[in-house]
């Protein structure tokens, strides 16, 4: 996605700007929010390099296996670069019609973004009932699958990026563009999997939302990515069937990787088992 022009000035409204510069001075916090109009707006800090250690292991797993996922995303756009190209995301999402931030100020070192409302995980956290935690999770992958069938992508789709009402989903957090490394069903892919991943914790308090997601975001995805996630599936097979005995033993986020291949296996025989019946 292409960067927007660099600001010379902080842009928006003088009287926020000057607010966000005096709540700037007096809170530490990288993202916080502010109260403007009668409004909850979130500021945001620029972002220092993310590179570390584990970005160069990635990147050698990537060039010997052949996994497009297995790339790091990661880049070294930082300060007002990374602002830059963060607003022109979210500009470029917008033109798409997915519901979006709206950018109300920016400078070279902050960026000032309107509320899309609360976060789907807080949403699943505070369901009461297993029933409902599921329709929020089901209705997370809807507008994931609204978004794909746009010719768009988010990046980073755990539920916490997913923001507001059940009907009218929106989404945050624009800081990685996963499309200069991935190709458009590799950028897809990934939002599936991270998003059912991130389902991990509200799979112990309520069991079977991984199932379900995972069968609708087969059904609902395309045959190219159905198919990429049906290889993400196959890979994991083996390894996880080894490992699952020892569960107990093992670390949450295995733990979790084995609940996703859990769940890619349910919604894979759910899929060949229609796919059976409307051929017969």
């Not at 584990?54 to 007002?80: C, I, K, N, S």
């Not at 599936?192 to 991984?210: N, Q, V």
């Not at 060949?272 to 019946?277: E, G, L, N, S």
């Amino acid at each position: 996605m292409t960067t927007a022009s660099v600001p010379t000035a902080p842009t928006g409204d003088p009287q926020l700007v000057a607010e966000i510069e005096r709540a700037l001075a007096a809170c530490p916090e990288r993202v916080f929010p502010i109260s403007w109009a009668g409004a909850q707006v979130w500021v945001k800090r620029a972002v220092v390099t993310k590179r570390v250690k584990w970005h160069l292991v990635q990147r050698a797993v990537a060039a010997l296996m052949p996994f497009e996922l297995l790339r790091p995303t990661y880049d070294e756009l930082a300060g007002g670069a990374a602002l830059r190209r963060e607003a022109s995301i979210i500009g470029a999402l917008r033109r798409k019609g997915a519901r979006v931030p709206e950018v109300l100020a920016r400078s070279e070192d902050w960026i000032a973004l309107s509320d899309v409302g609360t976060a789907l995980d807080k949403q699943i956290y505070a369901a009461p009932d297993a029933a409902a935690a599921c329709a929020l999770a089901l209705a997370g992958v809807e507008a994931l699958l609204r978004l794909h069938a746009a010719g768009a992508w988010h990046g980073n789709t755990q539920s916490r990026n997913l923001a507001g009402p059940p009907d009218r989903i929106g989404f945050i957090d624009f800081e990685e563009d996963v499309r200069a490394r991935l190709s458009l069903d590799g950028c897809h892919t990934r939002d599936l999997l991270l998003y059912l991943f991130s389902l991990a914790t509200a799979e112990k308090r309520h069991a079977g939302i991984m199932n379900a997601v995972a069968t609708r975001m087969v059904e609902g995805t395309s045959p190219r990515v159905r198919k990429r996630l049906f290889r993400v599936w196959a890979a994991c097979f083996l390894p996880m069937a080894a490992l699952r005995p020892f569960g107990k033993w093992l670390g949450w986020d295995v733990r979790k990787a084995l609940l996703l291949g859990t769940a890619l296996h349910t919604a894979r025989k759910t899929w060949r088992a229609r796919a059976a019946q409307t051929a017969a």
